[in-house]
């Protein structure tokens, strides 16, 4: 069983560390708020002082952190996790963050004689618990193979998308085309329901034809089609609007640097502002329905 640290225990880390503590794993772990810690101690793992000290004497540290700020402190910053770790460490950083910080800390990590990933995931909290995450991971061969068998632990569904910076690059542009394609069915569900349409023809027609997709039928935004989607317990999150807006925002800043236009992706990312800006930002993203039907 290997020896991890483990920092950020929020709402995805905390079951991530958990899954990891239950494999059998001897996790140090480190977070601001002591609740978090707690926890996580509760469960098996060794609180730790400082961050730096759940990266000294590990094989492997995970990181799930809120932003690219964050990320860029905890490793770099004074008392950073790479001038604590042994060489040969290996970095999982799962937040996901802008890509320039990832190859940055990235480069910073092997000049250092580490080795990261960017292994940004989906799948939500719901995954993070049932360790069913799906894993984007960006780095080195070598790397990756040998973090695999922790990252099995919290994940299902792990892909390597090349080299260092891609796993954030497939995590933007996924969920560029998720809020995008929320936003298109939340209007025709609009439209189709002024129209006279029931939502659940709609529903049974869509997703048998060429209006196919996963925000349609798995993540329906009207109640009764999808049992499992938001719209079934008043949009309560999930994913929150909030949280799609921030993705929405690296995906414009990656497109802004590689100068490819993404007309739609500046679009929704105004349209999940405007629920921010009308304080609805808490909801599930798919609450956008709401917004276009007038009712926030
Ligand atoms: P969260 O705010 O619940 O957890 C972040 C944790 O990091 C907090 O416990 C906070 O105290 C801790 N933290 C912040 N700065 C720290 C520091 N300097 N040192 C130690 N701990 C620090 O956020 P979350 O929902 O767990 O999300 C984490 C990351 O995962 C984000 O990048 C988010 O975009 C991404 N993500 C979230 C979801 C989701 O559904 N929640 C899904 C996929 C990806």
Not at 100 to 123: H, K, N, Q, Y
Not at 127 to 141: D, P, W
Not at 261 to 288: C, K, R
Request: hydrophobic fraction near 45%; proline fraction near 5%; include cysteine.
């Amino acid at each position: 069983m290997a020896k991890i640290g483990f920092i950020g225990l929020g709402n995805m880390g905390g079951p991530m560390a958990r899954n990891l503590v239950k494999a059998g794993h001897a996790l140090k772990v480190f977070d601001l708020s002591k609740e978090a810690v707690a926890g996580l101690v509760e469960a098996g793992a060794t609180a730790v002082p400082t961050a730096a000290d759940a990266a000294k004497g590990v094989e492997f540290v995970v990181t799930m952190l809120p932003a690219g700020e964050h990320v860029r402190s905890v490793y770099l910053g004074e008392g950073g996790l790479l001038a604590a770790a042994d060489e040969g460490t290996v970095f999982i950083d799962s937040s996901t963050i802008d890509v320039p910080t990832a190859r940055e800390v990235i480069a910073a990590a092997v000049a250092a004689g580490m080795s990261m990933l960017d292994a940004p995931v989906s799948g939500g909290v719901g995954g993070a618990e049932a360790g069913t995450l799906t894993f984007m991971v960006g780095g080195e061969e070598e790397a990756f193979a040998k973090a695999l068998p922790i990252i099995e632990r919290m994940g299902k569904n792990i892909f390597h998308a090349g080299a260092a910076g891609t796993g954030q690059v497939a995590k933007v542009c996924n969920n560029m085309i998720l809020g995008i394609s929320m936003i298109a069915v939340s209007e025709a569900f609009a439209l189709g329901e002024k129209l006279g349409l029931d939502a659940q023809k709609l529903f049974d027609i869509s997703s048998t034809a060429s209006g196919q997709c996963w925000s349609l039928t798995s993540y329906c935004p009207v109640p009764g089609p999808v049992p499992t989607s938001p719209a079934n317990r008043d949009y309560k999150p999930g994913f929150t609007a909030g949280m799609m807006l921030k993705d929405l925002r690296l995906a414009q800043d990656a497109s802004r640097t590689a100068r490819v236009p993404t007309p739609l992706g500046a679009h929704a990312a105004q349209v999940y502002a405007l629920m921010e800006a009308l304080g609805h930002d808490a909801i599930d993203f798919s609450g956008v329905i709401k917004l276009i039907k007038g009712q926030i």
